[in-house]
């Protein structure tokens, strides 16, 4: 994406505030920067790069979902199996209503009263929605602000799921 761009190394890192060398080591896979420099380094490529794709190409499908009703333990189990840090909520019509995040989820299992809950009880507000259609550049925009979006068709039906991992690593075979 940088290459894309048309910035070397140490401009970027200008840009964002960090080292040639830590610019490098994200580049070579060495090491997995935090979340922070990559909304930083995104902040500063995002504007400069066009991308002619839509996120039909780039979304994870099936999308995972959890119903309201079920119960942390098996939220929980799901996400370690499937290797994921956050996961739509749907209802009993499988519409979605909400979003459960690994970091949400962290705190309220510290809470006592924490056996009890279900997907209901920890669920956060839907991240932005997008079509099967929508220029991956839009996307980039948005996830800029959100570690996801969500891709939806009708009467929100989920059809797919975009993180910032996902539009780095298409990003970058490009």
């Known amino acids: 994406m940088r290459e894309m761009a048309g910035l070397t190394q140490y401009e970027l890192a200008r840009r964002v505030g960090v080292s040639q060398s830590l610019i490098a080591k994200i580049e070579s896979g060495k090491i997995d920067p935090k979340l922070s420099i990559i909304k930083k380094i995104l902040d500063e490529l995002v504007p400069l790069v066009e991308v002619n794709d ?35 909520v749907v209802n009993s019509h499988d519409k979605l209503v909400g ?8 705190r309220k299992l510290a809470l006592p009263s924490s056996k009890g809950f279900r997907a209901s009880d920890v669920m956060a507000p839907l991240p932005p929605l997008v079509s099967p259609s929508t220029p991956i550049s839009q996307i980039m925009k948005l996830l800029t602000k959100h570690s996801v979006t969500l891709v939806v068709e009708g009467d929100l039906i989920p059809v797919g799921i975009i993180t910032r991992s996902d539009l780095i690593g298409y990003l970058s075979r490009k």
């Open 54 to 88: 839509s996120a039909v190409n780039i979304m994870h499908r099936p999308v995972i979902c959890v119903k309201t009703s079920e119960t942390i333990r098996n939220i929980v189990t799901m996400m370690e199996e499937h290797n994921i840090s956050q996961i739509p």
């Open 99 to 106: 979003m459960i995040y690994d970091f949400i989820l962290m």
